[in-house]
């Protein structure tokens, strides 16, 4: 293979052709099921879902610096803000239609022409996050165009996983779980929250992680009643709990995982709390199969924190999420979401307990990733439990 080929199959960011294959026709054939002329995504994970092409600003940030158009029947359109991008595409990809254009108050008038160079002046187009302005001035331009909302398409294209991507979130998962052990490992008295992240994060880049995919984690004492959600200059104490939760990213596929532990011996209180937390997660767990709803795995998990005399310290929002391409991606495991689970879908279950009203203590938060089979489940995670706090 050439220099050139090498690069443009750059495993940093590209899948591989069969995977990349499998994308282009399940994106082609929902456009045809819907009755979609076009898409037009802008969501930086969305523009290297479609093209393979490792977007400046990918994760975890949305910068209105690129937008992809998928005609129907064709091949993707990129639009890009950067100049230097312009190489980068031509040496890092395959496309063989992409535009260097400006600031997003111009975009209306550039995806227009994008639109109308492929003949594209009517019918119905599918959009996830477009700018107001660029709604407006793009219907200005082209009347006739029906811009609907095609989140709810991203969702079923991106939710049942091809082989290839399950392998990529093993990947993703074990990378997490290296970091997990070096935080456990730098969690002792004195040390700052900050820190513990830093050991963390180094060790997951260090085994091959291409980022975070969200800020680490790491709550220590009263900040573990609250969840606090970003690693502070805190010192931990003995006898504290300390929440960790982290992501790591391989192939653009994101692994995401949590745990707690107790610095020194636990208080029985805290080992009730973490127990609770334990039995939340693998009553989740047990729920898994084809054909429940997300609802329902969420019920099985308020229900056992429930049983224990909790349900006023449980997480108040969605006990897990979709896993895989971008990060807390729908369908939610959630009360009232009625997606039923189907096989190929990674989810991540993260039930929580955290006492708010006694910071002594703290709380527990543990998070899985989980397989849904034609059988049943597959644990995805293999990261240990605190034997001390489970007694």
């Known amino acids: 293979m050439s220099d050139t080929a090498m690069q443009r199959r750059d495993p940093s960011f590209y899948g591989g052709d069969e995977l990349h294959a499998w ?15 076009a898409l037009v995504f802008t969501k930086s994970e969305a523009v290297r879902y479609v093209t393979d092409f490792y977007v400046k600003g990918y994760r975890p940030f949305m910068d209105p610096e690129y937008f992809v158009v998928l005609p129907a029947g064709r091949a993707p359109v990129v639009g890009h803000t950067s100049g230097s991008d312009t190489y980068r595409i031509q040496i890092k990809s395959d ?38 302005q660029v709604h407006a001035g793009l219907l200005e331009r082209h009347p006739s165009l029906e811009v ?16 290839i991507e399950i392998e990529y979130i093993r990947e993703a998962l074990s990378l997490v779980e290296i970091g ?49 959600r970003i690693a502070t200059e805190r010192r931990i104490r003995t006898g504290e709990m300390v929440v960790v939760d982290m992501g790591a990213v391989y192939r653009g596929y994101t692994g995401d995982l949590g745990r707690t532990v107790c610095v020194g011996p636990p208080a029985p209180r805290q080992r009730e709390v973490y127990q609770v937390a334990y039995e939340s997660i693998q009553a ?15 019920r099985a998990a308020r229900e056992a924190i429930a049983a224990r005399g909790y349900a006023d310290y449980e997480h108040k929002f969605s006990t897990g999420h979709q896993l895989g391409w971008g990060l807390h991606g729908e369908p939610l495991i959630n009360r009232g ?25 703290g709380g527990a938060h543990l ?25």
């Open 337 to 361: 979401v009625d997606h039923e689970l189907r096989p190929g879908m990674v989810i991540c279950l993260e039930p929580r307990v955290t006492l708010f009203d006694e910071p002594e203590i």
């Open 95 to 132: 496309i063989a239609d992409h535009r260097k254009i400006s600031g997003v108050e111009n975009w209306a008038a550039e995806l227009s022409a994008v639109l109308g160079d492929y003949g594209i002046t009517h019918g119905r187009i599918g959009v996830d996050l477009l700018p107001f």
């Open 180 to 228: 997990l052990y070096a935080s456990f490992e730098a969690i002792r008295p004195g040390v700052v929250e900050r820190d513990v992240a830093v050991a963390a994060e180094s060790a997951m880049r260090a085994a091959g992680s291409e980022m975070q995919p969200f800020m680490t984690v790491v709550a220590s004492g009263p900040n573990a009643s609250m969840f606090e």
């Open 367 to 391: 998070e899985e990733a989980v397989l849904v089979t034609e059988n049943g489940h597959e644990l995805l995670s293999h990261c240990r439990f605190e034997e001390a706090l489970l007694n």
């Open 148 to 163: 609907v909302d095609a989140t709810w398409l991203w969702t079923e294209l991106t939710a049942i996983k091809h082989p």
């Open 23 to 37: 994308k282009q026709s399940r994106l082609q054939d929902a456009m045809a099921e819907h009755g979609f002329d």
């Open 284 to 298: 989740a767990i047990s729920a898994v199969r084809p054909g429940v709803t997300c609802a329902d795995v969420d």
